[in-house]
């Protein structure tokens, strides 16, 4: 089953590599492939855009089809491939055009199972106790890559497949746990009926926890589920709440030893709570935002030497200075908002005269200056 699924991403590779511009470009002109795995572009998404991957909203998520080309060529043989890619290159426009087309015909006969088919194989396969790990892996990496469009998301949770993914972040594998969160993540992702699905499954809690993990990669992933089920869900945020998903959020930006990534991912959140909250205005302000602790903990970032880290920091914190609930008297006293914003202004000074930094060291500057303005006017309306 999971041959007739690799087969079919196979042929998908060669279409994609055959019309697909972007996939072109990634064939290194010298006849070498740049090879790189589903997984390292995801990982790329995420680490970049931290919590949903920003470049996902930007350009709507690396699509299904490339995707795919990546697990394709993560699974297969190198040598085939290069050869198909290099073929293809020689190409007119209106030879490839044919040969895809050629191809779909070639598709259609051999009657591929849709992907509500796979995504049914999958899940029947999750769904049976007795499936050994390897293969549960594969199976949640399938879905993971399946749940990108989102009708096939919706499919998924209308054929209770959710339920079943969810009931996996309850395995005692690591890499399970890891990989279901990540598929719930996927699958909510900008997708409101997900989102609500996955709620009342139950996960949020479950997700909250695991982001306590000792290992980096599944609270990494549970992270980046968490957000991705609350971002612009204001229902989500309630139970979010209620589940005191804010102390987590708290524990994972004060906690200097934690991942760096992961970090950032917890103000990058943050940041979006605070947007929406913004956005929501009949809506009652969450009483986080008038927390004291929870509040210097985001200011206590903008001084961790990460330029990335105290970026985000500096953006949430710009959001949160527009919020009813925040006292700019507390951000001063108990937070030292402006103690932090001058220990960081020199600290950026110094960046900027290292020739790698720069340009982000400016920006970031830029950005604070924004901040510190923005704090001063609203200390003067006291
Ligand atoms: C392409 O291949 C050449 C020679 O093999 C190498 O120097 C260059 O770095 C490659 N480019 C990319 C983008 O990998
Ligand atoms: C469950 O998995 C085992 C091991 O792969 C297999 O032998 C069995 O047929 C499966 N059961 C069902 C109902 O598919
Ligand atoms: C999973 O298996 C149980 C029986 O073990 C069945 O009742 C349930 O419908 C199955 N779930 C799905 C989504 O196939
Ligand atoms: C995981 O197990 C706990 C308790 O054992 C339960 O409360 C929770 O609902 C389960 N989570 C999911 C998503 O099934
Ligand atoms: C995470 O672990 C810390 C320290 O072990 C603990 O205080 C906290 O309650 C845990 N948080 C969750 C959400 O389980
Ligand atoms: C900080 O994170 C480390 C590594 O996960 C953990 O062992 C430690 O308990 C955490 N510290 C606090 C105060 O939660």
Known sequence: MPTIYFFRCMLLLIVISLVNRSSAERVNSSGGMVWSTARDEAELVEDSGVVIGEQDQIDGGFSSLDGMLHWAIGHSDPATLKEAAHDAKKMSLDELQKRQLELKELVEKLKMPSDAKLMQIAIDDLNNSSLSLEDRHRALQELLILVEPIDNANDLSKSGG?????????????DVRKLAAWVLGKASQNNPFVQEQVLELGALTTLIKMVNSSSTEEAGKALFAVSAMIRNNVAGQDMF?????????????????????????????????????????????????????????????????????????LEAIKTLLQLKSVEPLILRDFCGLEGSLKRMKMQLEESMADENMRDYAADVESLRGEVELIFRQKLGHL
Do not use: W
Request: proline share 1%; with cysteine; aromatic share 6%.
């Open 162 to 174: 959710l339920r079943v993914v969810a009931g996996e972040l309850n395995h005692s594998d690591v």
């Open 241 to 313: 709440y209620a589940a005191h998903g804010y102390i987590m959020l708290q524990d994972v930006m004060s906690n200097e030893s934690l991942d760096i990534k992961l970090r950032r991912k917890a103000v990058f959140l943050v940041g979006d709570l605070a947007e929406c909250q913004l956005q929501n205005t009949e809506k009652a302000e969450l009483p986080i935002f008038n927390d004291r602790l929870f509040l210097k903990s985001v200011v206590d970032l903008i001084v961790v030497l990460d330029l990335d880290l105290q970026e985000k920091a």
